[in-house]
């Protein structure tokens, strides 16, 4: 079985949907077949920060088409393929990391074979639309916190402490929205961010966020996402031209062209406990015009 020697190069990047590529390495996987190719516009849930779910696609080859059932990050040091699970982190020195689309295990695809590649172009848009939504409501949510920081904090692109970069825990692109959620633990507090009050004002916090949201997709700030290369670990970068500045967060996924594509955008929180410490749950919601 031969083993990839160069990462992937991924096209979705740029919002590619379609792709050919030549099948780099095939294994087994649990009950599924992993095919790993050259270049690829299937974008796959990351290894390190699974925000964002893998893209619904097929694979073609000749006359055949197989369904994409998944898509995941493998790595190998040239010893074996590890799938899904790696032993390193994604950019270690040494390692070459790929995208393996698992397929149905019989699925007739061969190292070689020129196949095309398609991601589903509507679960692709409405994950892109979650995705822009999630990080225009991050920013728009450390705005609204700023007040409650009493001591210097690192800051966001537009100038507010950056809640969202230092207590986050776990973010979820879904269609048309996400939901991130964010821990008020004590390390929060000795860094100067007091959550006295916070639950019982949910409401507000969400209209003021509403508010920020709605002047900056009234404002369509164009998207796009920069990279300094075209391999599966190079470094991306999410920029949005906001009327105030110019946002960047570094980010592997998909997005939507600018804000005003994400129409009326409404989040809503909720105060949940994680074993004692409380953890700030923001629901987003984009409904777009068209
Ligand atoms: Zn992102």
Same mark, same amino acid.
């Given at each position: 079985?031969?083993?990839?020697?160069?990462?992937?190069?991924?096209?979705?990047?740029? %919002?590619?949907?379609?792709?050919?590529?030549?099948?780099?390495?095939?294994?087994?996987?649990?009950?599924?077949?992993?095919?790993?190719?050259?270049?690829?516009?299937?974008?796959?849930?990351?290894?390190?920060?699974?925000?964002?779910?893998?893209?619904?696609?097929?694979?073609?080859?000749?006359?055949?088409?197989?369904?994409?059932?998944?898509?995941?990050?493998?790595?190998?040091?040239?010893?074996?393929?590890?799938?899904?699970?790696?032993?390193?982190?994604?950019?270690?020195?040494?390692?070459?990391?790929?995208?393996?689309?698992?397929?149905?295990?019989?699925?007739?695809?061969?190292?070689?074979?020129?196949?095309?590649?398609?991601?589903?172009?509507?679960?692709?848009?409405?994950?892109?639309?979650?995705?822009?939504?999630?990080?225009?409501?991050?920013?728009?949510?450390?705005?609204?916190?700023?007040?409650?920081?009493?001591?210097?904090?690192?800051?966001?692109?537009?100038?507010?402490?950056?809640?969202?970069?230092?207590?986050?825990?776990?973010?979820?692109?879904?269609?048309? %929205?996400?939901?991130?959620?964010?821990?008020?633990?004590?390390?929060?507090?000795?860094?100067?961010?007091?959550?006295?009050?916070?639950?019982?004002?949910?409401?507000?916090?969400?209209?003021?966020?509403?508010?920020?949201?709605?002047?900056?997709?009234?404002?369509?700030?164009?998207?796009?996402?920069?990279?300094?290369?075209?391999?599966?670990?190079?470094?991306?970068?999410?920029?949005?031209?906001?009327?105030?500045?110019?946002?960047?967060?570094?980010?592997?996924?998909?997005?939507?062209?600018?804000?005003?594509?994400?129409?009326?955008?409404?989040?809503?929180?909720?105060?949940?406990?994680?074993?004692?410490?409380?953890?700030?749950?923001?629901?987003?919601?984009?409904?777009?015009?068209?």
């Amino acid at each position: 079985m031969g083993l990839p020697d160069a990462d992937t190069i991924v096209t979705y990047p740029t %919002g590619e949907l379609r792709t050919i590529a030549t099948v780099v390495a095939v294994a087994p996987h649990d009950d599924r077949l992993a095919v790993v190719t050259d270049r690829t516009s299937i974008h796959p849930v990351d290894a390190a920060w699974p925000d964002q779910p893998a893209d619904a696609g097929v694979l073609r080859v000749g006359s055949r088409e197989y369904a994409i059932r998944d898509a995941v990050v493998a790595a190998t040091d040239g010893d074996e393929l590890h799938v899904g699970a790696l032993p390193v982190r994604p950019g270690t020195e040494g390692w070459t990391f790929v995208v393996a689309h698992l397929l149905d295990a019989d699925a007739a695809v061969a190292e070689g074979d020129e196949v095309e590649l398609e991601a589903d172009a509507a679960t692709r848009r409405s994950l892109s639309l979650g995705h822009t939504a999630c990080h225009a409501a991050s920013l728009a949510l450390n705005r609204a916190l700023a007040d409650r920081w009493s001591k210097a904090a690192r800051e966001d692109a537009l100038g507010a402490p950056d809640f969202d970069g230092i207590a986050i825990t776990s973010s979820r692109i879904e269609p048309m %929205g996400s939901v991130d959620r964010y821990r008020l633990n004590k390390s929060l507090r000795r860094a100067g961010f007091d959550a006295a009050g916070l639950a019982d004002a949910l409401d507000e916090l969400a209209a003021s966020v509403d508010a920020t949201l709605a002047g900056w997709v009234d404002a369509d700030a164009p998207v796009r996402v920069e990279r300094v290369g075209d391999g599966l670990t190079e470094r991306r970068t999410w920029v949005c031209e906001l009327p105030d500045a110019s946002a960047r967060i570094p980010c592997g996924g998909t997005h939507a062209g600018s804000l005003g594509e994400l129409g009326a955008v409404h989040v809503s929180f909720a105060m949940e406990d994680d074993g004692g410490t409380p953890v700030l749950a923001m629901t987003t919601r984009s409904t777009p015009a068209t």
